[in-house]
């Protein structure tokens, strides 16, 4: 079974300060998504990445892929307000569109 | 108008009763899911459907059934609700063309007393 955790579950941080999300797993991934879920609504997808060690940047938001397939991290500069949420890393483990989620990780950013 | 909706958005029903949960797309997708969300949990996958004729089930199947009406209408049954079942759940749709995007609809909140 597939399994794809996230640390750290909860984050609690000021305005200004940086932030590492990480998603890992055994298992190797044909692609991985990164969600953000806001109460009361549905996760919104913020970026996918299929290529090993590919880095996406998404205004403050960097995006990278392991070598291997199997781990990714978010990074957030500069955090703000407007970041809070939760982040959900989702695979798709063998190109099947049949997606494993992430555990999740509560992000909030204190003014 | 919302791509993905959800009815209801929120349900409170009793112990044994049978529950219905309906999604409707307009994104023209094949694909469709459904999820359950827990805290703590993430979300897990429910059942998927590719097409009209095609039904598989997900990680946590056991105690629902769906049916897929047709492309653009994927409905979630609860055949004798349980307190277990009390979650958040989410409709999803994934684009044919081979996108990895799942659009997910708003969720309905269930509550099983």
């Known amino acids: 079974t597939q399994l794809l955790e996230q640390s750290p579950q909860f984050l609690s941080i000021q305005e200004g300060e940086n932030l590492t999300v990480y998603c890992n797993s055994s298992s190797v991934f044909s692609s991985l998504q990164w969600y953000r879920q806001e109460p009361g609504e549905g996760p919104v997808l913020l970026v996918t990445v299929v290529t090993g060690g590919e880095v996406k940047k998404l205004k403050r938001l960097t995006f990278q892929f392991g070598d291997a397939r199997k781990d990714s991290s978010l990074h957030i500069t500069a955090a703000q307000p407007g970041d809070t949420g939760l982040y959900l890393c989702?695979?798709?483990?063998?190109?099947?569109?049949?997606?494993?989620f992430g555990t999740g990780t509560r992000l909030k950013v204190l003014a | 108008d919302a791509d993905v909706t959800q009815t209801p958005r929120n349900r409170i029903t009793k112990t044994g009763k049978r529950i219905m949960l309906e999604c409707s797309q307009t994104?023209?997708?094949?694909?469709m899911y459904w999820y359950r969300q827990d805290p703590g949990l993430g979300l897990r996958l429910i059942y998927y459907?590719?097409?009209?004729?095609?039904?598989n089930k997900g990680e946590i199947s056991d105690g629902y059934s769906v049916s897929r009406q047709a492309q653009a209408k994927f409905s979630l049954s609860l055949e004798s609700a349980i307190p277990n079942q009390t979650a958040l759940y989410f409709c999803a749709t994934n684009d044919n063309r081979g996108a990895d995007t799942q659009y997910f609809g708003p969720g309905t909140r269930l509550t099983v007393l």
């Open positions: 459907s590719f097409d009209v004729k095609d039904i």
């Open positions: 994104k023209g997708h094949d694909r």
């Open positions: 989702a695979g798709d483990g063998s190109g099947t569109y049949k997606y494993i």
